[in-house]
C-alpha cells in the first residue's frame, strides 16, 4: 500500500516529511513548497530534487556541527590560540572601525558647525528685525518731533521780531 494513501503526510521538498502541525514557521517563511510524497514519487524531476534538497541540508547540518566540535575541541586544547585569534579580530575590527568613527565624527563636527552658523545667523537676523522695527516705530516719532522744533523756532522768531517791534527797532520781513 502508498504511504500517501494510507497516510496524509505531506514532504517539504528542502527537509523530507513532516506533518503539516509541525511545520515551523521559518521554513513557511522562506518559501518552501509543499507536495504530498504521491505527488513527488510520480514526477523524477520531483523526487530528485528532494533527494538533492535533503543531502544538502545534511552537508550543512554536518558542517555545522564540525564547526562546533571544532570551535570546542581548539578553545579546550589551545586556550592560548583562541584568545590570540580573538585579540587580533578584536584589532582588525578596531582598525577596520577607527577611520570610519573618524570620518563620522568629522561629518558631525561638519554639521555641529553649521548648524552653529545657522543659529547665529538666525539670531543676528532676528536682532536686526527687532532693529528695523524700532526703527520704523520711531519713524512717525521723529516726524512730530521735527515738525515741532521748526513750529519752535518759527515761534521764537515771531516772538523775536514782536519784540524788536515793540522796542521799536525795525521789522524784518515775515515768513510765517
Same mark, same amino acid.
Given at each position: $500500500?502508498?504511504?500517501?494513501?494510507?497516510?496524509?503526510?505531506?514532504?517539504?521538498?528542502?527537509?523530507? &516529511?513532516?506533518?503539516?502541525?509541525?511545520?515551523? #514557521?521559518?521554513?513557511r517563511h522562506r518559501g518552501r513548497w509543499r507536495r504530498t510524497v504521491q505527488q513527488i514519487h510520480e514526477d523524477p524531476a520531483l523526487?530528485?530534487?528532494?533527494?538533492? @534538497?535533503?543531502e544538502l541540508d545534511a552537508a550543512r547540518a554536518r558542517t555545522r556541527q564540525l564547526a562546533r566540535d571544532h570551535m570546542r575541541s581548539h578553545v579546550s586544547v589551545g586556550g592560548e590560540e583562541a584568545e590570540r585569534q580573538q585579540q587580533m579580530r578584536e584589532e582588525? $575590527?578596531?582598525?577596520?572601525?577607527? &577611520?570610519?568613527?573618524?570620518k563620522s565624527a568629522a561629518a558631525a563636527r561638519v554639521v555641529a558647525s553649521e548648524l552653529d552658523e545657522?543659529?547665529?545667523?538666525?539670531?543676528?537676523?532676528?536682532?536686526?528685525?527687532?532693529?528695523?522695527?524700532?526703527?520704523?516705530?520711531?519713524?512717525?516719532?521723529?516726524?512730530? #518731533?521735527?515738525?515741532? @522744533?521748526? #513750529?519752535?523756532?518759527?515761534?521764537?522768531?515771531?516772538r523775536d521780531e514782536l519784540a524788536l517791534a515793540a522796542v521799536g527797532g525795525p521789522v524784518a520781513e515775515r515768513r510765517w
Open positions: $500500500m502508498d504511504l500517501a494513501a494510507s497516510e496524509n503526510i505531506e514532504v517539504d521538498a528542502a527537509a523530507g &516529511p513532516v506533518e503539516e502541525e509541525r511545520a515551523s #514557521a521559518a521554513e523526487l530528485q530534487e528532494f533527494a538533492l @534538497r535533503s582588525e $575590527m578596531h582598525a577596520w572601525k577607527s &577611520p570610519h568613527r573618524e545657522e543659529q547665529r545667523a538666525e539670531r543676528v537676523g532676528a536682532r536686526l528685525g527687532e532693529a528695523l522695527a524700532e526703527a520704523e516705530a520711531a519713524l512717525p516719532a521723529r516726524a512730530d #518731533a521735527e515738525r515741532e @522744533r521748526r #513750529a519752535r523756532e518759527r515761534a521764537e522768531k515771531a
